[in-house]
């Protein structure tokens, strides 16, 4: 039963808010830049390819968070349509790709600031990644973040609200003055940089998945992980994620076409993937002699990874909470404070996970393609889960019914696989890692419990088993455009991949369509506030 210590205190302008302060963080810093750098000027249709995947995705979840209003929802829809199994898979990966957004905003900020003008700054970011100061100082900025959430949602959602509405504002300022300082429209299809893709089709694809699209889109998740405090969730969750991604979308794409037209021939020289920046949008505009944006940005550098990362530490604290609440987490993290009402518990442990992250990793590109391919994982079951949920629980209550949602989960799924395969070899490899090291996890937790409903969750999860070793398997051997061997010429890869994964979309809606009716019925009618 959703725990009712949890205020209901977020309205539906500042659910939006945060989802899309969550999407405006140090994506908008570094993502034109990185996206640019890995496909040139066509890193445009990155953006757009980028937002219509994520959309139907969280279309899907849309439907789940109006269903089950409850905090942490995101690591919750698969086990209610597929049992314990699949749903710690899916917990698990997507907890680590929103609690490692924590340090990585933390980490931005303080990237950024290694350009600005004074002898002290030098210091915090050398060789492609931070000293042992910058680490220290983006520690502080991660105790600001979790200080932020500990008094309070509500604390957290005005804090929010004012940092959301001036992040929004910085960006738009942003573009209009490099669009009217410079704007060199030969840069976009000069044939002495490669024209439009100098770097082929392929890389607007990578650029997709790895350059910091999907990692930025990612923030779609916070208004569904708040769905327990957000007053009527059934018309405010749908409302808050489609117009958070749409609203972000204008302003990415406006982004990456002033960047790409104020860089000058002289930064070009060496072709797009040499264009190398630690703080893209602030050193652009003082090489164009725009000194007051250039200080504006280095202010927003504190201001927009802050008002994410403090969003993201509300958000992977219900997480926790709600993995307790499936059984593979100690109770301890399930007990919410009784006057602030949030998980404390929960927000040390996360708390302590994220500085454990940053001294791994001390650089922005080099985290945000792994969270963006954890990501992904995630992303697998929330269509899966949708319609199977449809088949074996189709009384159950549904504020927001996607018209065409048979059409919309499929599309949503084979999204994610081909996100998946553009990452490239040996990225896509990488989690089945992930899986293996949290198995142990719940395998202590089942064995405690006896094995209770093992063998009925193991067969509701034979279709995970089996998609993500094949999946990596396509991307070893798939076209050398996305790092394979080659064995796959590109363009018939993705056309495999987008079968396979139907295959797997149709087995897995199957298998999860009689679980409601064996396992967590009592839970799922409970949250969604039916009689069981």
């Not at 959703?2 to 939006?16: D, H, Q, S, T, V």
């Not at 609690?99 to 600031?113: G, N, T």
């Not at 804090?159 to 001036?166: G, H, K, R, V």
């Not at 076409?257 to 050193?283: D, K, R």
Request: with cysteine.
């Amino acid at each position: 039963m959703e725990n009712k210590l949890l205020m209901r205190n977020i309205g539906p302008f500042a659910l939006m808010l945060t989802g899309l302060g969550s999407i405006i963080g140090s994506g908008w810093l570094f993502g034109a830049w990185q996206a640019a750098k890995i496909a040139g000027p066509a890193a445009l249709l990155a953006w757009v390819i980028g937002a219509v995947m994520i959309m139907t995705i969280a279309l899907t979840y849309s439907e789940l968070g109006a269903m089950f209003p409850e905090s942490g929802g995101m690591v919750r829809y698969s086990r209610y349509s597929h049992g314990s199994l699949v749903g710690f898979i899916s917990a698990w990966a997507n907890w680590i790709a929103i609690v490692s957004v924590i340090p990585i905003e933390a980490e931005a900020s303080i990237q950024y600031m290694s350009t600005w003008p004074y002898a002290w700054a030098g210091q915090l970011f050398l060789n492609g990644e931070l000293t042992t100061s910058g680490v220290l100082l983006s520690a502080i900025l991660v105790i600001v973040y979790f200080l932020l959430n500990y008094w309070g949602v509500k604390f957290f959602a005005k804090a929010n609200t004012a940092i959301t509405l001036i992040k929004f504002a910085i960006p738009v300022a942003t573009i209009a003055a490099l669009l009217i300082a410079s704007f060199n429209i030969e840069n976009f299809t000069a044939p002495q940089l490669g024209g439009f893709a100098p770097n082929g089709w392929s890389a607007v694809l990578t650029a997709v998945a790895t350059s910091g699209i999907v990692f930025a889109f990612n923030g779609f998740q916070s208004p569904i992980n708040l769905a327990g405090e957000a007053r009527n969730p059934g018309r405010s969750i749908p409302l808050a994620v489609i117009c958070s991604i749409l609203l972000a979308t204008i302003i990415y794409i406006l982004l990456q076409i002033a960047f790409l037209g104020g860089l000058s021939p002289n930064q070009l020289a060496n072709g797009w993937h040499m264009v190398t920046f630690s703080s893209p949008f602030a050193e652009l505009a003082i090489a164009l002699g725009l000194n007051w944006l250039a200080i504006v940005l280095y202010f927003d550098a504190f201001l927009s990874p802050s008002g994410t990362g403090t969003t993201y530490m509300a958000t992977t604290s219900r997480m926790i909470y709600a993995m307790e609440r499936n059984g593979t987490l100690p109770a301890i993290f399930g007990r919410v404070h009784p006057i602030y009402g949030v998980p404390r518990q929960a927000m040390w442990f996360n708390l302590a996970v994220a500085l454990v992250f940053m001294f791994f990793f001390r650089g922005w590109d080099s985290l945000a393609a792994v969270i963006s391919v954890a990501t992904v994982i995630s992303y697998l079951t929330g269509p899966i889960s949708v319609m199977a949920l449809r088949l074996s629980a189709p009384d159950l209550p549904r504020p927001l019914r996607l018209p065409g949602l048979s059409l919309i989960a499929p599309f949503a799924f084979v999204c994610a696989s081909l996100i998946l395969y553009w990452a490239r070899w040996p990225l896509t490899g990488e989690i089945i890692l992930l899986v293996v090291v949290a198995l142990p996890v719940y395998f202590y937790y089942m064995a405690k419990a006896g094995w209770k409903g093992f063998g009925r969750d193991l067969k509701a999860a034979w279709w995970m088993i089996g998609y993500l070793p094949t999946l990596a398997l396509c991307s070893y051997i798939g076209s050398r455009e996305f790092g394979g061997l080659g064995l796959f010429p590109y363009g018939l890869d993705m056309l495999i991949v987008a079968s396979l994964s139907l295959g797997f979309y149709y087995w897995g809606v199957k298998s999860g369509s009689h679980m409601c009716h064996h396992t967590g019925e009592n839970e799922v009618n409970d949250v969604a506030n039916v009689p069981s």
